[in-house]
């Protein structure tokens, strides 16, 4: 299955720290994760002794690349280890996901502080631990780790599934390598230029002259500081040519009413004679 915002035309993007999944119990979590890996970027999936074995052979095959929604590559591509000393021998750093310090005096980060700390390790494999499901990460296997990654959450119910996780770290991480900009858009939209300051003093003029007409700048006193207050609503809006048109327009069918509309003749035309 492949969402709407799957894009074969495009090149993948790859790279970032290993996701390594230690005791994986649902297949379907497995798949979750291959997905939020893809989502951003994220290329390096390594199981820890999956509770049901990989790769899976029986009905839950489908459901991990179902759950995987067009990341069944990440899938194919994931490595089996039988200990986490394995899965991390090549690692240079490593972080353990885990909602509790365990009292090992490691250093806490948020997602956003180690993947900013990962994007800036130029040239090092690191890779951050996640444990099963129902009991996470042992404290033997948080040991391993140099440092411990917790998310900022409810702290009456900080636990957070398996793929949530995962991908809560993929995006710190492709922020910290590629920024957060929206992507361009694809609705070719016409530009206006901004607003001369001669096209915005008349809109002023205009609207004030309207609005006092009808008793808004009461009492006199505060008149000034009120037109004053009023400019500087849209001026903080760095209004466009189009902008200050669409809104001149709006103001005086309010202030005039209802367009008048000219009634024409039709022309009658006189009808062609054969011949």
Request: proline content about 7%.
């Amino acid at each position: 299955m492949v969402g709407a915002g799957t894009d074969k035309t495009k090149p993948p993007l790859g790279g970032g720290p290993a996701v390594i999944l230690v005791r994986p119990q649902l297949a379907v979590n497995i798949g979750m994760c291959a997905r939020a890996m893809a989502n951003f970027g994220l290329d390096d999936l390594r199981l820890v002794n999956p509770r049901e074995g990989w790769p899976r052979s029986d009905e839950y095959r489908e459901v991990a690349y179902s759950a995987a929604a067009g990341a069944g590559a990440l899938l194919d591509a994931a490595r089996l280890f039988d200990s986490v000393e394995a899965a991390v021998a090549d690692c240079h750093r490593v972080y353990a996901a885990t909602a509790r310090e365990r009292g090992q005096a490691k250093a806490v980060m948020t997602p956003s502080v180690a993947m900013a700390e990962t994007v800036a390790a130029e040239g090092e494999r690191r890779a951050i631990l996640f444990g099963p499901e129902r009991t996470g990460l042992d404290n033997d296997e948080v040991a391993l780790a140099d440092a411990i990654v917790t998310f900022p959450s409810n702290p009456a119910y900080a636990s957070l599934n398996l793929a949530q996780a995962v991908l809560l770290c993929g995006y710190e991480w492709f922020k910290a390598a590629h920024g957060d900009q929206p992507p361009p858009s694809t609705i070719p939209r016409a530009v206006s230029p901004p607003a001369q300051r001669e096209m915005l003093l008349a809109f002023f003029d205009y609207l004030e002259a309207k609005l006092d007409e009808n008793g808004f700048f009461r009492p006199l006193t505060k008149k000034p500081g009120m037109k004053r207050n009023l400019r500087n609503i849209f001026h903080r809006m760095a209004l466009t040519q189009q902008d200050v048109r669409t809104l001149w327009g709006a103001v005086v069918r309010l202030a005039e009413g209802p367009r008048v509309e000219v009634q024409t003749r039709k022309r009658v035309r006189p009808k062609k004679t054969a011949g």
